[in-house]
């Protein structure tokens, strides 16, 4: 599924042309070299503690770099475009660490110590991340991470799942978790979101996706008793 029929996928039709139309401009957008420059030299993706002292590595040091030149825009970009997924995770990261930021700074005299200069709103901004992050979703290059003294390996959808989720609002997290249940209704991602819908929201559209699923998870079987109908048994 390319991350422009994920888009368009989504329930929401205007929001969904918004949505590819703002992939459209991430897609076309020329960070300048400098960025460019910075970006080159980044080897692995780390994290802020690394080592047995809890240092910044060489690699996080040049990605703090990046977020200070780079316009959130230009991080788009990079997250969405460049060809080593280490250089693409810390795009996304940095623009989830200025969201966050904005979010508890504004725009305050730290934020912008940390970030160049932008006139975008938080608004804005989380619309870039949100939109970022669905490409990302399809995204499942390996990376090699360190943090203190392990080295890990993971996915890149992963990952900016663990660094964005808690960015988004309940509706938008709901829109994604629709967008996971109806894409990949194999997943071990639409399973889980589906126990977790059955415990905690049972409604009529989730019994009736567990229904679906039966065949492929018997296991599901039990979480269809938490409905409490008689056609359950």
């Given at each position: 599924?390319?991350?422009?029929?994920?888009?368009?996928?989504?329930?929401?039709?205007?929001?969904?042309?918004?949505?590819?139309?703002?992939?459209?401009?991430?897609?076309?957008?020329?960070?300048?070299?400098?960025?460019?420059?910075?970006?080159?030299?980044?080897?692995?993706?780390?994290?802020?503690?690394?080592?047995?002292?809890?240092?910044?590595?060489?690699?996080?040091?040049?990605?703090?770099?990046?977020?200070?030149?780079?316009?959130?825009?230009?991080?788009?970009?990079?997250?969405?475009?460049?060809?080593?997924?280490?250089?693409?995770?810390?795009?996304?990261?940095?623009?989830?660490?200025?969201?966050?930021?904005?979010?508890?700074?504004?725009?305050?005299?730290?934020?912008?110590?940390?970030?160049?200069?932008?006139?975008?709103?938080?608004?804005e901004l989380q619309d870039l991340l949100y939109c970022?992050?669905?490409?990302?979703?399809?995204?499942?290059?390996?990376?090699?991470?360190?943090?203190?003294?392990?080295?890990?390996?993971?996915?890149?959808?992963?990952?900016?799942?663990?660094?964005?989720?808690?960015?988004?609002?309940?509706?938008?997290?709901?829109?994604?978790?629709?967008?996971?249940?109806?894409?990949?209704?194999?997943?071990?991602?639409?399973?889980?979101?589906?126990?977790?819908?059955?415990?905690?929201?049972?409604?009529?559209?989730?019994?009736?996706?567990?229904?679906?699923?039966?065949?492929?998870?018997?296991?599901?079987?039990?979480?269809?008793?938490?409905?409490?109908?008689?056609?359950?048994?």
């Amino acid at each position: 599924v390319s991350s422009t029929t994920a888009l368009s996928s989504s329930p929401n039709l205007f929001q969904a042309n918004f949505e590819v139309n703002l992939l459209q401009k991430i897609m076309k957008h020329k960070p300048s070299s400098v960025v460019f420059d910075v970006a080159r030299q980044i080897r692995r993706y780390d994290g802020s503690h690394t080592g047995y002292s809890g240092s910044k590595s060489e690699n996080y040091i040049l990605a703090e770099r990046l977020w200070e030149l780079a316009e959130p825009m230009d991080l788009a970009h990079i997250a969405c475009t460049y060809s080593e997924p280490s250089v693409r995770l810390y795009g996304f990261e940095g623009l989830c660490v200025l969201v966050r930021t904005m979010q508890h700074y504004g725009h305050s005299p730290y934020w912008r110590l940390r970030f160049k200069p932008t006139e975008a709103s938080i608004e804005e901004l989380q619309d870039l991340l949100y939109c970022v992050f669905i490409h990302l979703q399809n995204d499942n290059a390996a990376v090699h991470s360190m943090a203190g003294c392990c080295v890990n390996v993971s996915s890149v959808s992963n990952i900016s799942k663990h660094l964005a989720w808690g960015l988004f609002s309940e509706e938008r997290k709901k829109t994604l978790e629709d967008f996971v249940l109806h894409s990949k209704p194999d997943s071990q991602d639409a399973e889980d979101i589906l126990k977790r819908r059955a415990e905690n929201e049972p409604s009529l559209e989730t019994y009736l996706l567990i229904e679906r699923q039966l065949e492929k998870k018997p296991q599901l079987l039990r979480y269809m008793a938490l409905f409490c109908k008689s056609r359950d048994i």
